[in-house]
């Protein structure tokens, strides 16, 4: 049984900042890649960022040079530094992880709201 516990959704103001956390737990053999998607309202689920073991990046055109994605491999831990936050970046977000299987967490509210 895998288990991805999301942490640090919330309320911000726009220009404000988030982190967001994801530990990863159970029986997971080798962790791939870790991500974050998000899924605002009324819209489909999207990539925001993801990293590989060996420290590969990618971003999302809209978060890029915003939001920071690190991993910690011996931790199984993936988290999302969130800056300049903007009223588009209102969503929830979903951890996501690439091992023997893909799993998903079940989500944390990011509202960024004046």
């Known amino acids: 049984q895998v288990q991805l516990v999301e942490s640090g959704g919330g309320l911000v103001q726009p220009g404000g900042s988030l982190g967001l956390s994801c530990a990863a737990s159970?029986?997971?053999?080798?962790?791939?890649?870790m991500g974050w998607y998000r899924q605002g309202p009324g819209k489909q689920r999207e990539l925001v960022a993801g990293i590989t073991r060996r420290g590969v990046t990618n971003y999302s055109y809209s978060v890029k040079g915003r939001f920071t994605i690190s991993m910690d491999n011996a931790k199984n831990t993936v988290s999302l530094q969130m800056n300049s936050l903007k009223p588009e970046d209102t969503a929830v977000y979903y951890c996501?992880?690439?091992?023997?299987?893909?799993?998903w967490g079940l989500g944390t509210q990011v509202t960024v709201s004046s």
């Open positions: 159970g029986s997971i053999f080798r962790i791939n890649a």
């Open positions: 996501n992880v690439v091992a023997d299987s893909i799993y």
